[in-house]
């Protein structure tokens, strides 16, 4: 069985600072993707970062990056540099080769002005 | 590439009526999802196809709940005898059936049943 786990429901953060929202997981999967998507008030769900498991090097994208600690089994993202559209609830997920997701109950961050 | 999109944004419905939703994935995506998400929750998995054939369905989905992608391409949610326990948001995703293709979320349908 697969999960997550999010242990920060609320987190905050002053505009231009660094946030790192927190992540577990737990797998039998011998080959798994982990995502963290982002879902703005009233929108939609949108990819913020993906980490392929066998991948050792942690994955960037722009002011987005990840600590992936396969024998942890964490996987924190870390938001450089925070901006207001930064604001909304954040989901950690994790899949096996069928793509189904098992998701995280999320983290909402507030990034104050 | 429009996207994932999902027809109606919102539906209200009187308890015990049926109702469908529908979602049209990426053009060139082979697999379709169906996730539900309540109110400060993350989104629960439904029901997942490749191409037509539907691959997996949750616990969560009783018989009152059924799923269609007849073509491989749209694929519609029905939903028979609405019950206040629907209410929630619908969401359709799509994918390559590839390992590092990740899920293309649509907008979601949200269903209130009074």
């Known amino acids: 069985a697969q999960t997550v786990t999010q242990s920060q429901p609320e987190m905050s953060v002053q505009e231009a600072e660094t946030v790192t929202l927190s992540c577990t997981y737990d797998?039998?999967?011998?080959?798994?993707?982990l995502f963290w998507y982002k879902q703005p008030p009233s929108r939609q769900m949108i990819l913020v970062i993906r980490?392929?498991?066998?991948k050792q090097q942690n994955a960037t994208e722009n002011r987005f990056s990840v600590n992936f600690q396969k024998a942890a089994k964490s996987f924190s993202l870390k938001i450089s540099d925070s901006q207001l559209g930064d604001t909304a609830m954040y989901f950690c997920?994790?899949?096996?080769?069928?793509?189904?997701?098992?998701w995280g109950l999320g983290t909402s961050l507030a990034v104050n002005p | 590439d429009t996207g994932v999109s999902q027809d109606p944004r919102h539906k209200i419905t009187k308890r015990g009526q049926n109702v469908t939703f529908r979602c049209d994935p990426i053009s060139e995506h082979n697999r379709l999802y169906w996730y539900r998400q309540t109110l400060g929750q993350g989104p629960e998995f439904l029901t997942y196809f490749q191409n037509e054939a539907q691959l997996e369905k949750s616990r969560l989905l009783s018989d009152r709940f059924s799923a269609e992608r007849p073509k491989g391409s749209f694929s519609t949610l029905e939903i028979q005898r609405t019950e206040q326990g629907d209410s929630a948001m619908y969401l359709c995703?799509?994918?390559?059936?590839?390992?590092?293709?990740?899920?293309?979320f649509g907008n979601g349908t949200r269903l209130t049943v009074t």
């Open positions: 997920a994790t899949a096996g080769n069928n793509r189904k997701l098992i």
């Open positions: 980490q392929e498991a066998y």
């Open positions: 797998t039998s999967e011998n080959n798994y993707y």
């Open positions: 995703a799509s994918s390559l059936n590839r390992g590092d293709s990740p899920l293309h």
